[in-house]
Every structure is written in structure tokens, then in C-alpha cells.
């Protein structure tokens, strides 16, 4: 079935340095692929997203690269700020599947 | 005004309980879900319902219904409740789209204790 999985499940970085997640999907018709921040408490928020028609895309600190071939997308996130600690969560889905299927999830903790 | 909405926020109940939690969306959208996240935070797709029609079941025990009876509600059942049950459940919506399911708006989340 679909799985997408998610590394590193922790990650602790400095203030000011990048953070970066990388995820991996199996179903290769998923062609939708959003990241989600979840802080402590709170709903999944989307930060950014990208389709399979495009190779990068960047707002700001954050971009998400992605490699259709390997099936790889990441998430990459510039001058950490303390705010920016939550889980973050990569995911895909695909047209006509009526589910998006969510990597386990990255506790990112930012250090000030 | 909240774009999606679920209720109660919180349920404390004995095994074997009946317990349910109400959900809504003022977004337009035709797509809801049920998600559960369990303690260690993964979130796992129950039910999908495209038009008030059920679309995905991901293999859910039959303990849980869910009930849509018009496109901005999704409501979910929980029959004889059980200690696995304990997690914290999310509706969510989407606007059915071309390309995937579009991006997913959550709903506060309900967390359920089963004691």
C-alpha cells in the first residue's frame, strides 16, 4: 500500500542554522506532496506544498525540493528561529484518491 | 469565524462506553476526513467522504461509524470504546481538486481518554 516515510524523527539544531527533513513515498501516482507544521497542542497548520510538475519551491525560510525519480521530497528550512520548533510532517497524495497518507512526523527543536 | 469545528474538545470515558464527536466545515469544501493521532504522533487516515458519500475505509473496526448527513458535517460514532481507542481525533476538509486532495484544514482536534 502507500507509505511515505519521514527522517529524522528528532532533530535539534542551533539557532540560526538550517534544519533540514527528508521523506520518501512508495505510491509513484502521487503527484501532491504538502508539509504540515503541528505545534504542541495544536492542529496541523500547511506551510508549503508542491506538485509533481514542479522541482522546487521556496516562501520564504522554508523550500521543498522534489525528485520524482527517486521519489524523494525534503523540506528545508533557513535561519531557524525558536518559533520554528514544532513537529513537522511531510505527505502525499494523488488525483482520485480522496486521502493524503502522512510520514510519521519531525520534532524539530531550535535552540536560542 | 473557525473554518472547521469539532466537538467536545475533550472525552473522559469507561471502556466500554458509546461516545461521539461532531464535526463542521464553513469552507465550501466537499471532502471531509477522520484522521487519529496517536501518542507518538502519527496521524492515520479512518474515512474519507466525498459528497456525503463514503469514499475510504482504512480498514477502521466497525466499532466506528461515521455520519455525514450533509456536505459541511462529519460526525463519528464510537462504539464499546477501548483503551487503544485513546488518541486525539481530527476532522478535516478539502476542496476535491485536479491535482490530489488540495491541502487539508484541521479541525482542533478531540482528544479521547479511555480509562
Known amino acids: 500500500g502507500e507509505n511515505v516515510e519521514q527522517h529524522p524523527s528528532t532533530l535539534s539544531v542551533q539557532e540560526g542554522d538550517s534544519a533540514v527533513i527528508k521523506c520518501t513515498y512508495s505510491?509513484?501516482?502521487?503527484?501532491?506532496f504538502p508539509w504540515y507544521k503541528q505545534e504542541l497542542g495544536k492542529r496541523p497548520q500547511l506551510i508549503i506544498d508542491i506538485r509533481s510538475n514542479v522541482g522546487e519551491k521556496k516562501d520564504q525560510r522554508i523550500a521543498v525540493t522534489l525528485n520524482k525519480t527517486a521519489k524523494h521530497f525534503s523540506l528545508h528550512i533557513t535561519e531557524t528561529q525558536p518559533e520554528d520548533s514544532a513537529v513537522y510532517f511531510c505527505?502525499?497524495?494523488?488525483?482520485?484518491?480522496?486521502?493524503?497518507?502522512f510520514g510519521a512526523g519531525t520534532r524539530l527543536f531550535v535552540k536560542a | 469565524d473557525t473554518a472547521v469545528s469539532q466537538t467536545p474538545k475533550y472525552l473522559v470515558t469507561q471502556m466500554g462506553n458509546d461516545k461521539s464527536i461532531k464535526c463542521e466545515q464553513n469552507l465550501g469544501h466537499d471532502t471531509m476526513y477522520w484522521y487519529k493521532q496517536d501518542s507518538k504522533k502519527f496521524l492515520k487516515i479512518m474515512f474519507s467522504y466525498n459528497n456525503k458519500e463514503l469514499i475510504i475505509n482504512e480498514t477502521v473496526p466497525n466499532r466506528f461509524s461515521p455520519k455525514s448527513p450533509d456536505k459541511a458535517h462529519l460526525n463519528l460514532h464510537i462504539n464499546s470504546l477501548e483503551l487503544g481507542d485513546s488518541a486525539v481525533y481530527f476532522c478535516?476538509?478539502?476542496?476535491?481538486?485536479?491535482?490530489?486532495?488540495?491541502?487539508?484544514?484541521f479541525g482542533e482536534g478531540s482528544r479521547l481518554t479511555v480509562l
Open positions: 505527505a502525499a497524495s494523488r488525483t482520485g484518491g480522496f486521502k493524503t497518507i
Open positions: 478535516a476538509s478539502s476542496r476535491f481538486q485536479n491535482l490530489g486532495t488540495g491541502e487539508l484544514f
Open positions: 505510491d509513484s501516482a502521487s503527484n501532491y
